[in-house]
């Protein structure tokens, strides 16, 4: 992320962004049956792009649509978005993100046909 466009991440935006976090390492468990961690550097769920920190990584750390989250070292650290967003607009990308990780858990318990 340019830091010309970076936004600090407000403290709601940074609640929902923790939360789909775990729902991330939740489904990543169910689907792999091990944790998501620093052996996993990047992550693609669905439309979803997770990587976990690394000092020499591209950013961003997570990103959906055409929002991009990025911190240091530890979710909640230095959080900044490259789009400023009101609470409205960080619910509804948030309810939409939530969205997208649960299709991916549907289709993945269909398939295994647990569902």
């Not at 990543?28 to 669905?46: A, K």
């Not at 978005?81 to 960080?90: A, G, K, R, Y």
Request: net charge negative.
């Amino acid at each position: 992320m340019n830091k010309q466009e970076a936004y600090e991440c407000p403290e709601h935006g940074k609640a929902l962004i923790l939360y789909l976090l775990q729902e991330l390492q939740r489904v990543y468990w169910n689907i792999y049956q091990r944790p998501l961690n620093e052996f996993v550097p990047i992550w693609l769920c669905g439309d979803i792009q997770y990587r976990f920190y690394r000092e020499e990584q591209t950013r961003p750390n997570l990103s959906y649509q055409s929002v991009e989250i990025e911190w240091y070292k530890h979710p909640g650290r230095g959080m900044e978005t490259n789009i400023e967003m009101d609470e409205v607009q960080w619910v509804s990308w948030f309810t939409a993100c939530l969205a997208q990780i649960h299709e991916v858990e549907t289709k993945y318990l269909i398939a295994q046909g647990l569902k």
